[in-house]
């Protein structure tokens, strides 16, 4: 009898054994695709001056302009160092632009403009989810920055609002989830890479 149960302990802890492994290799294959994502990707990135009602519209209102005015320039891009080269060359454009911007609609705020690699959350955009991670980002702080956020992709471009209806929005591939939720999978990847950052 006892060689029978140790023999089923046995038996039992090799297949738990078993899953684990399988579990592992699993994740480690879905960790190094959402890796690979942010290095394809430039996020366009603006911060409004604080949450006032006020700031939080001129956000979007500066958000419109910079796309309709500069979300074309990197429609020649195929890859994330040319877009990243045309956005640094254009940046002092951008900031200019956006000030001026700023100025003629009666907002005295400063505006400043830089591409930065900065930590972004898992986030859903349409029917896009990014998985988190260390992003590319031209990065618009409007004033102290002390504001929500808005966010999209400049590149590829996924940024709605530069979009006219006959322009489809290129496709990011992003890892195979074998399920209708992504953001689980993302969640788990999120909080697993959190423990070491």
């Known amino acids: 009898m006892k060689i029978l149960l140790k023999n089923h302990s046995l038996a039992l802890a090799m297949l738990c054994g078993t899953v684990v492994a399988v579990l592992i290799a699993a994740f480690n294959a879905f960790a190094d695709e959402c890796e690979r994502i942010p290095e ?3 996020r366009l990135h603006i911060i409004a001056e604080s949450d006032s009602a006020e700031d939080q519209d001129f956000k979007l209102e500066l958000r419109d302009y910079i796309l309709a005015n500069f979300a074309h320039e990197l429609q020649g891009c195929d890859t994330l160092e040319s877009a990243v080269a045309v956005g640094t060359e254009l ?3 951008i900031q200019a632009a956006a ?3 700023a100025y003629e609609s009666g907002y005295d705020k400063a ?4 591409i930065t690699e900065m930590y972004f959350t898992t986030r859903k ?3 896009v989810t990014l998985p988190a991670g260390n992003y590319t980002a031209l990065r618009i702080t409007i004033g102290a920055g002390e504001g ?3 966010w999209c992709v400049m590149f590829p471009l996924l940024c709605l609002p530069a979009c006219s209806e006959s322009q489809a929005a290129p496709v990011i591939n992003l890892p195979e989830t074998n399920s209708d939720n992504p953001r689980i999978k993302f969640a788990i990847f999120e909080l697993m890479t959190g423990l070491f950052r």
Do not use: D, K, R, S
């Open 40 to 42: 394809g990707v430039l």
């Open 91 to 93: 940046l002092p454009q």
């Open 99 to 101: 000030q001026g911007f």
């Open 111 to 114: 505006i400043t403009a830089e």
């Open 125 to 127: 955009y349409e029917n």
């Open 148 to 150: 929500e956020n808005w």
